[in-house]
């Protein structure tokens, strides 16, 4: 037969969680950012030194001329553009109609006129 | 013809509010006969059928929502109203508002038991559906959705701001200790917690595998059922997050430190990218291991995404796949609200813990923020402002971070740096849940 938990134990248990848990998602968290800050520029050098063909890094593009061009501009340039494409349609009536046209006759729907002029 | 209808409703209107008014039916019919001749003839010949019809309308009305309607039924159809008009009128994430308010209203329809009619009915096709909730189906689906429509560059580019959405994880486990004193047990308490994750579909995962009514605990007593209110709490102040974050950023963090402008994140390229999805789950998933259907689903999604060669299956995972999940969870975890279930002293104390929960994870955010700006210099310092947006709530948080941000400092553009805690928080969250889960499983 097992006992109800005393109040204070299961308290006592919450702050055994509480702290663990916060350690794990802070440790976890951390690992990933330390991987991606230090481990990850090691994996791309010998993926580099392993495939050995010269990798086209972003730092190696000169930034002087365009220091000014943040990410900012790029995306205010991206939303004009995005916009402008958007408005490429004007708009159009939305009332279709089939019209009447004018010569009703046409060899396409002719069956006699298929019969005396061979292809 | 018109007369004929509007002769018709009033009659029947008549039979209607008889029991209410104590009429006797005969007078009710000899009334309304006077007024109508050829009617008049019809009742004298067949009284006989006339109450047999009479016992059959009473016997219907004894099935109609109106005499089975119970007030709490009424708060709850108010509140999906409400719901839904929040939804519509101010634009708080319509997506999940609407559905849930639908569902609300539809779970809250009163109905005679046994019919196989309601959500908590074994056989009713609510219940079918709700299944994908009960049995946490839904919510990797829904991750797997998040991963391939989220870019997790920024993060990419400035790895330390992973940081930020631990610490608004301290949201998740304040409120479990907070849930344990009001005495709730270890499982109900860890369900709870996940609240303030902020993050829906981890919610409705955790509490679908410890608060589901099933479990049985040490001492012998059954978990009690609280995937509704937990799901209702989360998904309510996720949608309340621009109204819930603002006054606590403009109390924790300086005029100065919200004008602090962040150096643009570098670009990152297309091969880190298809690493990131790939080296994350193998990190996360080994040291959490219970967190594998949601992490598993969200960095499979983000590979989809940026592999490059999956477009296909990428679009449909973030687009179809994920709106048919949405309506199917909104509708069945708003029904499941069914007012007799739903309105007790755990859900009130539930709503109160989960508000209580969002604004301590927002707050650990920005003091957390603050306190890594105590070891950076000069151009790296981070916007304190962007570590409210470590809970979860994606994309909603950033954006009011972004906005917060532009108050201060009109040309001060946070949403790309604000993205980067913003789904590191659903990492993290993720990973908290998994962490309970494999404690109190």
Known sequence: MIYIPLFTDQISEGYVILFTGLIIVFSALLTLSLFFKYG???????????????????????????RNFTGEIAAAIGAAVHIYLDEQ???????????????????????????QNRL | MKKILLIFGVLSLLIFIRPALGLNSNLDTNKISSSISVDQADQADEADSLDEAFEGIKHFYNYTGFANVTSGNLMMILIGIIFIYLGIKFDYEPLLLIPIGAGVIIGNIPFVAGNQTGIYETGSVLN?????????????????????????????????LMLLGAAAQIGVFATFMGALYLGFSLPEAGAIGIIGGADGPTAIFLSSKLANGVNILADGTTVKNLIGPIAIAAYSYMALVPVIQPPLMRLLISKEDR???MKPPRAVTQKEKMIFPVVALILT???????????????????????????????TARTKLIDIVTILLGVTVGASTQADIFITKDSMLIFGLGAISFV??????????????????????????????????????????????????????????????????????????????????
């Open chain 2, 128 to 160: 079918y559906l709700y299944f994908g909730v009960v049995k946490g189906i839904y919510p990797p689906l829904i991750f797997l959705g998040i991963g391939a429509m989220t870019d997790f560059s920024s993060l990419i580019a400035n790895p330390k």
């Open chain 2, 360 to 441: 301590i994870a927002t707050c650990g955010g920005l003091l957390f923020a603050k306190f890594m700006n105590l070891f950076l210099k000069g151009d790296d310092k981070i916007n304190p402002l962007i570590g409210a947006a470590g809970v979860s709530a994606v994309p909603d948080s950033a954006r009011v971070v972004h906005t917060e941000g532009l108050k201060s400092d009109p040309s001060n553009y946070l949403l790309m740096h604000a993205m980067a805690p913003n789904v590191s928080g659903v990492i993290g969250s993720a990973i908290a849940a998994g962490i309970i889960l494999s404690f109190l499983g």
């Open chain 2, 285 to 315: 998933t080994f040291i959490s291991p219970s967190a594998l259907p949601l992490l598993g689903m969200l960095f499979f999604g983000n590979l989809l995404k940026e592999s490059g060669r999956t477009e296909r299956l990428a679009d």
């Open chain 1, 89 to 115: 349609h004007d708009h159009e009536s939305a009332i279709l109609t089939i019209k009447q046209i004018k010569k009703p006759y046409s060899p396409w729907s002719s069956k006699i006129y298929g019969t």
């Open chain 1, 40 to 66: 990850l520029p090691v994996m791309l050098y010998i993926y580099k030194v392993i495939t050995k063909r010269k990798d086209k890094k972003i730092s190696e593009i000169k930034v002087e001329a365009d």
């Open chain 2, 259 to 261: 004008k602090i402008k």
